[in-house]
């Protein structure tokens, strides 16, 4: 074992008023799932115990949600393609679902519906929308007006100006738009254009690119043209972009790769054959630390504070089925993350509330690696603990200096109490040997000090799982039991305090979180 890692935190440490970005918004899947009563209990759940604002999907013009009905849909025959008209029945029933659970929906405008787009040609997930520009701008244009005015009738204007309206998703991964950069500037021109001319209040904006690109040429695009624009937004997953997993580049290293795997093992489940697939490169290759604010801090210097700036997908990784999701390691890679993205973000959505998600199909056991805070029967994994605890964190955050180190740490402060995070976070989990580390902060008083533990012992479902046997399709006492046993435990902990100052020490395997709270 290493030497201690210290921290001593001074009484006149700078505080700063904390924005709470990732209570804007979070993620969710496609939008026909939002019409679900199970999906709808869950997001319920994460508003009322995390606070989280708004939900954001993908696909409320898929072919599945029948924005446009045709005749020819049911009769196939010769000019029943005459017969149409828009039918946002399915939309507002997953909206009024979102607004039931004390949420608002972040609006997606994706994607192309078949019966105009100029090319069929899907969007490379489970979905039935295409990736394609319209085969005329006029159709569109048609489509999204006639949808915010249906919307504005159902919710009234005073509801609808309060939601954001972006333009696509990742326009600049073929997984999600078979176009150019040029292309998407054109359709995001008309589509802008289209929503200010039936509500002039309606906040519209994009790139929603992945990885923060297109930002500076998107900006002087709209500013050369005069277009509408409220906000930006993009995407950062720093373990990797599901449109790189489906880039040629890696695509056919990981098929023949994947094929040749297939073939030596006997059998297995689904779960077990795409993970022989898709590659979790937080577990395969070494990533740097503090990606989250170096995309953040890029994006906020190209901005210059012109627009808000919204991250409207990010997290530890985008390969749906890893492993890794299910784990600690999301979890210290978020509470390093919020805190390194304050200042730089105007508002975030971690991706996604619920492994209910079917980008490729809804896998049934309940730890399959979903994106989820919750497994698909609302069991609560190690990510939901870290933002629960931070939830309840002060409005003042202590300025700490960022290093990156093996262990770290950030402070929270509210009239009440302290919440001091001591976390060692890695891209890639390994075991080695524990670090220590030891806190010596300055505070007024102290009446208590409590220790809340989320690692391989604390806040860990997938662990009790295992030891019931991995039971499939779970029976309510079942979910209870694993929720009962791996909820947050406060713990006493052995602490000094004389002259002011608070002592406290432990040690940390890699990805450990550990979070004080301190009662003045």
Request: glycine share 6%; net charge negative.
């Amino acid at each position: 074992m290493k030497e201690t890692f210290v921290f001593s935190v001074k009484k006149d440490t700078r505080r700063v008023e904390v924005s709470n970005h990732w209570k804007y918004c979070v993620g969710s899947g496609q939008a026909k799932l939002a019409m679900r009563s199970d999906y709808a209990r869950q997001l319920k759940f994460i508003h009322d115990e995390l606070g989280i604002e708004r939900v954001r999907f993908h696909g409320i013009f898929d072919d599945d949600m029948q924005a446009i009905m045709s005749m020819a849909d049911m009769m196939p025959m010769p000019g029943a393609e005459k017969f149409q008209n828009y039918n946002f029945f399915n939309i507002f029933a997953a909206y009024d679902n979102v607004l039931a659970a004390g949420m608002k929906p972040w609006v997606e405008l994706s994607f192309m519906p078949s019966t105009i787009a100029k090319r069929k040609k899907k969007v490379t997930v489970n979905a039935e929308g295409m990736k394609t520009m319209p085969a005329k701008d006029d159709d569109w244009v048609k489509l999204v007006q006639a949808f915010i005015r249906a919307a504005i009738h159902r919710y009234g204007r005073n509801e609808v100006i309060t939601w954001n309206f972006e333009v696509w998703n990742e326009p600049n991964m073929f997984t999600f738009f078979a176009g150019t950069m040029e292309d998407y500037f054109h359709l995001y021109e008309i589509t802008a254009k289209a929503v200010k001319e039936v509500e002039p209040a309606l906040l519209v904006g994009g790139p929603a690119s992945a990885t923060g690109d297109w930002i500076a040429e998107f900006i002087d695009f709209c500013e050369q043209r005069k277009l509408p624009l409220d906000f930006i937004s993009t995407h950062n997953y720093p373990g990797d972009g599901i449109g790189e997993a489906f880039a040629m580049k890696d695509l056919f290293s990981n098929v023949v790769g994947g094929m040749k795997q297939l073939r030596s093992k006997k059998a297995g489940t689904a779960l077990d054959g795409i993970r022989l697939i898709m590659e979790d490169k937080t577990e395969t290759t070494v990533l740097a630390k503090g990606q989250m604010y170096d995309n953040t801090k890029k994006v906020s210097q190209i901005v210059a504070g012109r627009y808000p700036i919204y991250y409207t997908e990010w997290n530890c990784n985008a390969i749906l089925t890893s492993p890794s999701n299910d784990s600690k390691k999301v979890a210290c890679f978020q509470v390093k993350s919020i805190d390194e993205m304050e200042g730089n973000v105007t508002g975030s959505s971690i991706w996604a509330f619920s492994d209910i998600f079917d980008e490729f199909m809804i896998v049934p056991e309940e730890f399959s690696g979903g994106f989820g805070l919750l497994t698909i029967h609302g069991i609560p994994k190690p990510q939901f603990y870290a933002l629960k605890l931070l939830s309840d964190a002060g409005s003042r955050k202590l300025v700490l200096p960022r290093t990156n180190d093996e262990i770290e740490l950030s402070v929270y402060e509210s009239d009440d109490e302290y919440r001091v995070f001591v976390y060692r976070q890695r891209m890639k989990g390994s075991s080695v040997e524990a670090e220590k580390y030891r806190v010596q902060i300055e505070v007024p008083g102290c009446q208590n000090v409590r220790l809340h533990r989320i690692d391989d012992e604390h806040c860990n479902p997938y662990r009790i799982w295992k030891e019931m046997g991995s039971p499939e399709n779970m029976n309510p006492q079942e979910i209870h039991e694993v929720i009962e046993k791996s909820s947050l435990v406060a713990e006493k902990v052995t602490y000094t305090y004389e002259n002011g100052e608070l002592i406290v020490s432990g040690r940390l395997q890699v990805n450990d979180t550990h979070c004080y709270i301190i009662r003045k």
